[in-house]
C-alpha cells in the first residue's frame, strides 16, 4: 500500500510538471498561451506516467553496475514507447493530441527521431539532475503521510475531469469520423481562442471547449479551414505540376 501511495504521488507531481512544461513549450512554438493536453485542469497524465516509468528504471537499475548511457538510452526508449501507446490510441478515433507529421522519419505523426533525443535527453536530466530531487521528495512523502489525503482529493479530481473529457472527446470523434477529418486537438483550441478573438469574446483558457457557442459550431468553423487550407494545398501542388 506504501509503494502503491508514492508511485500515485510520483504520478500527480509529474503530472503538474509536465503541464507547465507543455504550458510554455506551446507559448514559444505557437505564440499563445493555450491549455495543454487533453484534460481540463493543470496536469498531463502522461508524463506523471513518464515519471514514475524513470523512477521506477532509476531505482532498479541504477544498482545493476550498467552503465549509465544504456540506463538514459532505455529512459528514452521507454518515454517514447509511452508517447507512441497514447498518440495510437487517439488516432485510431481521427483525433490527434499532438502532430509530428511535419517532423523527419515521424511514425503516424504520433513519434519520431527528434522527439525520442529530446526524451533521451530528458531521461539525462532525470538521471543526473533530477533523481535526487525525486528521492528527496519521496523521503519527505514518507514522514509526511497526511499528505495522502491532498492526493487522494487530487486523484478523485483527475477522475472526474477524465470522465468529462472523454464526453467532449468522443463529441469531437463522432464529428471526426462524420466528416471524414482529423482533428488536432491544439489547433481546435488556438481555433476557438482565434475565433473568439475576432469577435472580441471573452476566451477561457481553463475550459477551452465550453464558450458562448457549442462545441459542434466551433467544430464547423475548424472544419472550414481544414478544407480551406487543404484546397489551398492541392492548388499548390498543381502548380509545380504544370510547371
Not at 501511495?5 to 493555450?34: A, D, N, P, T, Y
Not at 533523481?131 to 477522475?159: C, R
Amino acid at each position: 500500500m506504501y509503494v502503491f501511495l508514492e508511485l500515485v504521488f510520483l504520478f500527480c507531481m509529474g503530472s503538474m510538471l509536465g503541464w507547465v512544461l507543455e504550458l510554455f513549450f506551446r507559448r514559444i512554438v505557437h505564440g499563445k498561451w493555450v491549455n495543454p493536453g487533453f484534460l481540463i485542469g493543470p496536469y498531463l497524465p502522461i508524463y506523471g506516467t513518464g515519471l514514475v516509468a524513470l523512477s521506477l528504471m532509476y531505482f532498479f537499475l541504477n544498482n545493476k553496475s550498467l552503465n549509465p548511457a544504456i540506463i538514459i538510452l532505455l529512459m528514452g526508449l521507454i518515454m517514447t514507447l509511452i508517447e507512441l501507446i497514447g498518440g495510437l490510441i487517439a488516432l485510431k478515433d481521427n483525433v490527434r493530441l499532438w502532430d509530428y507529421s511535419n517532423r523527419w522519419m515521424n511514425y503516424k505523426g504520433v513519434i519520431c527521431p527528434l522527439f525520442s533525443a529530446i526524451w533521451t535527453l530528458v531521461g539525462a536530466v532525470f538521471y543526473y539532475v533530477l533523481a535526487p530531487f525525486v528521492i528527496k521528495n519521496l523521503e519527505w512523502f514518507s514522514h509526511n503521510l497526511y499528505f495522502s489525503y491532498f492526493i487522494g482529493i487530487f486523484t478523485g479530481v483527475i477522475v472526474i475531469d477524465f470522465c468529462y473529457s472523454t464526453g467532449v472527446y468522443l463529441k469531437i470523434q463522432k464529428f471526426a469520423k462524420d466528416n471524414s477529418i482529423i482533428v488536432k486537438y491544439e489547433q481546435l483550441k488556438m481555433s476557438i481562442k482565434d475565433f473568439q478573438n475576432k469577435e472580441r469574446e471573452k476566451y477561457s483558457f481553463i475550459h477551452p471547449f465550453s464558450q458562448t457557442k457549442s462545441l459542434k459550431e466551433y467544430l464547423e468553423v475548424y472544419k472550414e479551414k481544414h478544407n480551406t487550407h487543404k484546397e489551398k494545398l492541392h492548388e499548390y501542388i498543381e502548380k509545380i505540376h504544370n510547371k
